[in-house]
């Protein structure tokens, strides 16, 4: 029902920016959420940011002040602007969308490496 493609990932040196972008596709209304996770092999997979329909968001304290979240003007798309990038970071961001209490649907993931 809601298919999402994430872009931007790459490889960055320490103290540089990536954009990411999530293109959402499918059923997209309602009150929800989109996001972005991180996860590396053998952890937990981690919220960073997400924001709401109606504009609300919020960050893991590990990225707050230098990771933005957004949304476009439809709502289909969100952008995580990554500042000041941190080894710490490197990790597979999967992107998210949730309605209240609905299915839970996750993108393929896309690299982020970040070198000292």
């Known amino acids: 029902q809601v298919q999402l493609v994430e872009s931007g990932g790459g490889v960055v040196q320490a103290g540089g920016s990536l954009r990411l972008s999530c293109a959402a596709s499918?059923?997209?209304?309602?009150?929800?959420?989109m996001g972005w996770y991180r996860q590396t092999p053998g952890k937990q997979r981690e919220l960073v940011a997400r924001?709401?329909?109606?504009?609300?968001?919020n960050y893991a304290d590990s990225v707050k002040g230098r990771f933005t979240i957004s949304r476009d003007n439809g709502k289909n798309t969100v952008i995580l602007q990554m500042n000041s990038l941190k080894t710490e970071d490197t990790a597979v961001y999967y992107c998210?969308?949730?309605?209240?209490?609905?299915?839970?649907?996750w993108g393929q993931g896309t690299q982020v490496t970040v070198s000292s």
């Open positions: 499918g059923s997209i209304f309602g009150i929800n959420v």
């Open positions: 998210n969308f949730q309605r209240t209490l609905g299915t839970l649907y």
């Open positions: 924001i709401t329909s109606g504009g609300s968001t």
